[in-house]
T-cell receptor, first 113, second 113 residues
Framework: EAGVTQSPTHLIKTRGQQATLRCSPI?????VYWYQQALGLGLQFLLW???????NRGNFPPRFSGRQFPNYSSELNVNALELEDSALYLC????????????FGEGSWLTVV | GENVEQHPSTLSVQEGDSAVIKCTYS??????FPWYKQELGKRPQLIIDIRSNVGEKKDQRIAVTLNKTAKHFSLHITETQPEDSAVYFC????????????FGKGTLLTVNP
């Protein structure tokens, strides 16, 4: 069974541009989570989607947004990129409902220059 | 919101020794506490978790203890091996209607042969 898959693996963007990251959850999982892992800051919660709806959002500005598609895949959009947005963006998925184990993808490295 | 503190940030042990990593959380309604291991360049992977109705859980060389009164939980690794070297993250699931898994900042464990 395939795990959580993310694309692209690496992305280099210029400050001010937009970045789009994509995630496919494990088959059967309806919840998708996005985390930012910047150096030395651990895993910062960005967004949670379930059944196509945004359920919760972390302390990030509105230029971080996303959506979940009917097939439960998801994309994360980061507008007006800033240098400090450079990080590993991890997507995770879980079965519906709360308290279920979340499984991470390998992540997408975003570098803003 | 939930706040998770993790200590120490780095830990170096000799092969065969035990390692202990401690975390505290702020939300008394939190009820799910997973631990993830992240090897260099890889995704975080769940190694053990505990729910608030249990005080201790063990899986071979790994154990987790939970003290709800003091709002802290710990990861214990016995008979450490070089392959245990990685960054370990604790996390706590916030109480309430919105699912949010808040992570500690991680502990870099180095097991010296």
């Amino acid at each position: 069974e395939a795990g959580v898959t993310q694309s692209p693996t690496h992305l280099i963007k210029t400050r001010g541009q937009q970045a789009t990251l994509r995630c496919s959850p494990i088959s059967g999982h309806t919840s998708v989570y996005w985390y930012q892992q910047a150096l030395g800051l651990g895993l910062q919660f960005l967004l949670w989607y379930d059944e196509g709806e945004e359920r919760n959002r972390g302390n990030f500005p509105p230029r971080f947004s996303g959506r979940q598609f009917p097939n439960y895949s998801s994309e994360l959009n980061v507008n007006a990129l800033e240098l400090e947005d450079s990080a590993l963006y991890l997507c995770a998925s879980s079965l519906a409902g709360r308290g279920n184990t979340i499984y991470f993808g390998e992540g997408s490295w975003l570098t803003v220059v | 919101g939930e706040n998770v503190e993790q200590h120490p940030s780095t830990l170096s042990v000799q092969e065969g020794d035990s390692a202990v990593i401690k975390c505290t959380y702020s939300d008394s309604a939190s009820n799910y506490f997973p631990w993830y291991k992240q090897e260099l360049g890889k995704r975080p992977q769940l190694i053990i978790d505990i729910r608030s109705n249990v005080g201790e859980k063990k899986d071979q060389r790994i154990a987790v203890t939970l003290n709800k009164t003091a709002k802290h939980f710990s990861l214990h690794i016995t008979e450490t091996q070089p392959e245990d070297s990685a960054v370990y993250f604790c996390a706590a699931k916030s109480g309430g209607s919105n699912y949010k898994l808040t992570f500690g900042k991680g502990t870099l464990l180095t097991v010296n042969p």
